[in-house]
Structures are given as C-alpha cells and as structure tokens.
C-alpha cells in the first residue's frame, strides 16, 4: 500500500480520541452507582430510534462485509448484494410483525424467549449453542479478518497479531461500558465507517475511469466487467466453466430466493441476540422507526462493501494490482489508490466497523451468559451489580479466547474465505433456530418437544446435506443437484440450497411432533392484531425501501 504519512496517523488518532471520548461521556453522563442488568445490557429506555439503527449497521458492517463481501463482489459481482438488500425487506418483516411480539412479552434475550414459549432445556441447549457460535464463528472471524485487513494496510504489513490485540482492547473498552455506550458510539462509527467507505469507493470508482470521476469509472466497470452485473446467475450445465460453477455454489441464482437466503437474514435480523438487543430496550415505535432506518441504510451498503471489489477485479484483469493474491484481498488493494490523509481515513473507517461489531457480539455473549446461564444455573441469588460484573468478565474471557483461536487461524477462515465462512457455518443451525421462533411466534400448537426435535433435525440436516449427501443419494437428485467445487475438490450442494431444504425437513418434524400434543399449547403468546398496526410514517419507510430495492432489481436482474 506504500508508506502511511504522518497525516494518516494523525486522522487515525483523532477518530480514536473522539470515540473513546464519546464513549466516556456517555458513560458517565448517565453513570449510576449500581448499575443494574437493564442499564448494562440493554439500555433500557436510552437509545434513541437514530442510535438503535446506527447502532444496528455498525455492529452488523464489521471486516466480513468489507473483506468478505468486497471479495465476493471480487469474485462473482453484484449478486452478492442479494445479502443486504433483502435484509432490508427482512428489517421490515422484523419491524411490523417480531419486535411487538418479544417487546409486549417482555422479552431481553433469545434464550429468554424460548423459555417462556417452550421450556428451560430449549432455552438452555440454545444459548449454549449461540455462545458457541458467537465466539467461536462470529467473534473469530471478526478479529481476525479485521486485522487482516488492517494489517495489509500497514507498512511492512508484519503487524498481525498487534493489531488483533489492538483491536480486541478498543472493542472491550467500549463494551465494559455496556449498550448505551456501545449504542451511541456506534453513531459516531457508522458516520466514520460510510464517509470512509464513500471515499474509497470513489477513489476505486476514479482510478478504474481513468481519473474522469465516479460515474465515468462505473460505466467502464460494467463494460469491462458485464458478467460481475447480473443478480441471477444461471443454473450450471454440462458447458459452464469451473469458474462459474463456483460462483453458483455461492449464490444459486433463482433458488436461493426460494431457499436459504430468506432463512440467513430473518434468522440473523430477527432471532439473533446480536442484532434484537439494540431494540429490546426500546418503546414499539422506538423499535419500529430504528429498525425501518437501518432497512434504508442497509440499501447502500453494497456501494461501500462490494463495488471497491468489483473494481478491483477490473483493475486485476487489467494489469493494475498485481500484488493481489486472492479475493479476500481486494478491500486492502484498493485502498493503496488512496492519497495521504485519506489512507488514515480508510484505516479508520475499517476499525469503525470491526470494533463496532466486535463490541457488539461481546455484548451479547456477555448478556446470554450472565442471565441464561449464571443467574439460572450457577449463582441464583447473585445481585444486580455482581451480574453485571460477571458480564464484564465474561467479555474479558470471550475476547481472549478469540484471539487464541485467531491467532495462527486455527479455524481456517482465511482459506474459506471469510463472509462464505461466517454463512455456512452460521447456517448449520439457522434452519432449526428460525423454525423454532417462527412456529413459536405464530402457531399456538407448538410445543417444546417439537423445538428439541426441529433444532436436531435442522443441525443433522445441514450438516448431512453440506458434508455427505451427494456422496450417499448421488450428485442430482428431485431434491438438489450437487457440483464440483474445485477448491474442495469434492462435489456439493450450494449451501444455501442446503439451508433451505434443511428448514423444510425441520418444519415438517416439528409440525408432526406438535399435531401428537394439545391443540393450543399452555405457553403459546397470545396475539392482538393492535400490535401490528403500523403508523403512517412507518409506511412511509416500507414503501421507500420497497421502491428502491425494486428498482434496483429491475436494473441488475
């Protein structure tokens, strides 16, 4: 990337002073003497509806997306915004008919939620399982691909494992500080993280036009590179190169959109303690309008995430960046365009989105633990301020393992590729785990039996499908048709056609398990129309965001 001035050090540091003085303020500010679980891990009552969005972008756009999905854009182009532009529509589906359901139950955490729906071993199997997950998939893959990147930047790029550490201590600063802080630095992060990914997508978009601009450079990209501009890629067959079938086994054209892609963003969006917490301390309207703006912000997402990797790839074909050893680092090369002054900017607005969602999923590792597991099961009589304590050192631990797994990347996330990564091994218990909200929300007849069963035959599913199906029933089957993947050196199913068939065989398990048991379930929530009333402004929001994503389809399709 070249030698970072003194200018670029100076940008970075005061982003850090303004964040971290931010955050102070704001802890103390509203500093109690005792500060009770609700303070700490929700934010109850502080966040407003601009905080709860923000807040919801930043934790949620971390080094997955700007690696990950820059290198996805890299590879296959901008079918790879199928990812945040249906989230939207998922934020709206969230907003009108979830949020009143945990908010009029009183509910804080997603293993509190299946408590009082089914029974203590679901909420207790689940929150073991999302701990699992959250530190061993999401906060890995996080910190490491953050200090990747952010060590790429560097000069003499031999920063690695400094800049991981650098990186879990910012994050566990702001978060010892608990929601409220994290909530509203997350304003000042996602201001920080959009100027500075709008910047570097200009750059990107000018060096590939020849120095004519933005709109010059987009043009040339889509002449250059037309194959990296359609949403749908075609179905493989007996003459599509080896390249596209990768490309397929990411984003199966039509049959994601009827398949695992809806189950990744409404589980992500609205079964996730990650996301969920930023509103649960919120009045429905509160909930509504922050979730609704998030769905806009989430719209221009892929300008910031994904066009800097397409145009990398043009760059690439064309001779300008051969250092560039494979899709994961497409973000950093592109970043090496950037003047003196702006690589700070970059520099930071990188450690914006990682700390913002580092800070985040500690948080709610933090709050699973402490109220689903040790007020439950190891210290029952514990007070509020020895809670949130333990939720402090809950954060110090998780944070710590990470890194000892990040370290030498014992995961293999780097060879997976890092947003691919992050969705499969996420998707092994998606299908199970919004089976189990989605019956549970809306259908009185199910029952705890039915969730235990749905959740295993879900993971056994997923797992079967994506590891050993085409091995056992064949390579093309009424269900699936599996391909090569060149990487593996193995045939399989698309793993978002595996998530989706997953999620039917769960439904249909536990729509029989819950016919064998009463007709309207003891823990069933009871629903009032009222609570999915919408207001004129709220349908002002949906409509918007519909339009847009519509346009947006017709013009890429």
Same mark, same amino acid.
């Given at each position: 990337?070249g030698?970072?001035?003194g200018?670029?050090?100076?940008?970075?540091?005061?982003?850090?002073?303004?964040? =971290?003085?931010?955050g102070?303020?704001?802890?103390? $500010?509203d500093?109690k003497?005792?500060?009770?679980?609700?303070?700490?891990f929700?934010?109850?009552?502080?966040?407003?509806?601009?905080?709860?969005?923000?807040?919801?972008?930043?934790?949620?756009?971390?080094?997955?997306?700007?690696?990950?999905?820059?290198? @996805?854009?890299?590879?296959?182009?901008?079918?790879?915004?199928?990812?945040?532009?249906l989230?939207?529509?998922?934020?709206?589906?969230?907003?009108?008919?979830?949020?009143?359901?945990?908010?009029?139950?009183?509910?804080?955490?997603?293993?509190?939620?299946?408590?009082?729906r089914?029974?203590?071993?679901?909420?207790?199997?689940m929150?073991?399982?999302?701990?699992?997950?959250?530190v061993f998939?999401?906060?890995?893959s996080?910190?490491?691909?953050? =200090?990747?990147?952010?060590?790429?930047?560097? %000069?003499?790029?031999?920063?690695?494992?400094?800049?991981?550490?650098?990186?879990?201590?910012?994050a566990?600063?702001?978060?010892?500080g608990?929601?409220?802080?994290?909530?509203?630095t997350?304003?000042?992060?996602?201001a920080?993280?959009?100027?500075?990914?709008?910047?570097?997508?200009?750059?990107?978009?000018?060096?590939?036009?020849?120095?004519?601009?933005?709109?010059?450079?987009? $043009?040339?990209?889509m002449?250059?590179a037309p194959?990296?501009?359609?949403?749908?890629?075609e179905?493989?067959?007996?003459?599509?190169?080896?390249?596209?079938?990768?490309?397929?086994l990411?984003l199966?054209?039509?049959?994601?959109?009827?398949?695992?892609?809806?189950?990744?963003?409404?589980?992500?969006?609205?079964?996730?303690?990650? *996301?969920?917490?930023?509103?649960?301390?919120?009045?429905?309207?509160?909930a509504?309008?922050?979730?609704?703006?998030?769905g806009?912000?989430k719209?221009?997402?892929?300008?910031?995430?994904?066009?800097?990797?397409?145009a990398?790839?043009?760059?690439?074909?064309?001779?300008?960046?051969?250092?560039?050893? @494979?899709?994961?680092?497409?973000?950093?090369?592109v970043?090496?365009?950037?003047?003196?002054?702006?690589?700070?900017?970059?520099? =930071?607005?990188?450690?914006?989105?990682?700390?913002?969602?580092?800070?985040?999923?500690?948080?709610?590792?933090?709050?699973?633990?402490?109220?689903?597991?040790?007020?439950k099961?190891?210290?029952?009589?514990?007070?509020?301020v020895?809670?949130?304590?333990?939720?402090? *050192?809950?954060?110090?631990?998780a944070?710590a =393992?990470?890194?000892?797994?990040?370290?030498?990347?014992?995961l293999?996330?780097?060879?997976?590729?890092?947003?691919?990564?992050i969705q499969?091994?996420t998707?092994? *218990?998606? %299908?199970?785990?919004?089976?189990?909200f989605?019956l549970?929300?809306?259908?009185?007849r199910t029952?705890?039996?039915?969730?235990?069963?749905?959740?295993?035959?879900?993971?056994?599913?997923?797992w079967?499908?994506?590891?050993?199906?085409?091995?056992v029933?064949?390579?093309?089957?009424f269900?699936y048709?599996?391909?090569?993947?060149?990487?593996?050196?193995?045939?399989?199913?698309?793993f978002?056609?595996?998530?989706?068939?997953?999620?039917?065989?769960?439904?249909?398990?536990?729509?029989?398990?819950?016919?064998?048991?009463?007709?309207?379930?003891? $823990?069933?929530f009871?629903?009032?129309?009222?609570?999915?009333?919408i207001?004129?402004?709220?349908?002002?929001?949906?409509?918007?965001?519909?339009?847009?994503?519509?346009?947006?389809?017709?013009?890429?399709?």
């Open positions: 990337m030698q970072l001035a200018i670029d050090y100076v940008v970075f540091i005061i982003y850090f002073v303004i964040v =971290a003085s931010y102070i303020y704001i802890y103390r $500010k500093r003497v005792n500060k009770d679980t609700q303070d700490f929700l934010a109850k009552g502080t966040l407003t509806w601009w905080a709860i969005g923000a807040s919801l972008i930043a934790s949620n756009i971390s080094a997955e997306q700007f690696i990950g999905m820059s290198g @996805n854009g890299f590879f296959v182009g901008v079918a790879v915004a199928a990812y945040e532009w989230a939207a529509i998922a934020l709206i589906i969230i907003a009108v008919w979830f949020i009143p359901i945990y908010l009029k139950n009183k509910i804080y955490t997603m293993p509190q939620f299946l408590k009082t089914y029974n203590e071993t679901v909420a207790l199997i929150a073991i399982f999302w701990l699992f997950l959250y998939v999401n906060l890995t996080i910190l490491y691909l953050g =200090a990747v990147a952010i060590n790429g930047l560097l %000069p003499g790029q031999e920063y690695l494992h400094v800049v991981m550490i650098a990186l879990a201590v910012f566990v600063i702001i978060t010892l608990g929601m409220e802080v994290i909530g509203f997350d304003v000042i992060q996602v920080v993280l959009i100027f500075g990914g709008l910047v570097t997508t200009y750059v990107a978009l000018n060096v590939v036009g020849y120095d004519n601009g933005a709109v010059a450079g987009f $043009k040339e990209m002449k250059s194959d990296h501009f359609h949403m749908i890629l179905k493989p067959n007996a003459s599509t190169s080896q390249n596209d079938i990768n490309k397929y990411i199966p054209g039509i049959l994601m959109y009827v398949a695992g892609q809806w189950i990744v963003n409404l589980n992500y969006w609205g079964c996730n303690q990650y *996301i969920t917490q930023r509103a649960l301390g919120a009045d429905l309207q509160t509504r309008t922050g979730i609704l703006f998030a806009l912000l719209l221009m997402m892929p300008i910031i995430v994904m066009v800097p990797g397409i990398a790839y043009v760059l690439f074909q064309r001779g300008d960046l051969p250092g560039l050893k @494979n899709m994961d680092g497409a973000y950093s090369a970043l090496g365009f950037l003047p003196t002054g702006l690589k700070g900017l970059s520099i =930071a607005a990188l450690t914006a989105a990682i700390v913002a969602s580092l800070a985040g999923k500690a948080n709610s590792i933090s709050t699973i633990f402490t109220l689903d597991i040790y007020k099961y190891i210290k029952k009589d514990s007070t509020e020895q809670m949130v304590w333990i939720g402090r *050192i809950v954060v110090l631990v944070m =393992a990470a890194i000892a797994f990040t370290w030498e990347d014992l293999g996330i780097g060879s997976a590729g890092g947003f691919t990564f499969k091994y998707g092994f *218990i998606s %299908p199970g785990v919004f089976a189990m989605l549970g929300m809306f259908w009185k029952t705890g039996a039915a969730a235990v069963c749905g959740l295993i035959t879900g993971l056994l599913a997923c079967f499908l994506n590891e050993y199906a085409p091995a029933f064949g390579n093309d089957t269900f048709t599996a391909y090569y993947n060149s990487t593996d050196k193995a045939y399989q199913i698309p978002l056609i595996a998530m989706g068939l997953s999620f039917m065989f769960t439904m249909i398990v536990m729509v029989a398990v819950s016919l064998a048991g009463p007709k309207v379930n003891a $823990k069933a009871a629903l009032d129309t009222k609570m999915f009333k207001a004129p402004a709220h349908v002002a929001l949906i409509v918007v965001t519909l339009l847009i994503i519509t346009a947006l389809y017709v013009k890429f399709w």
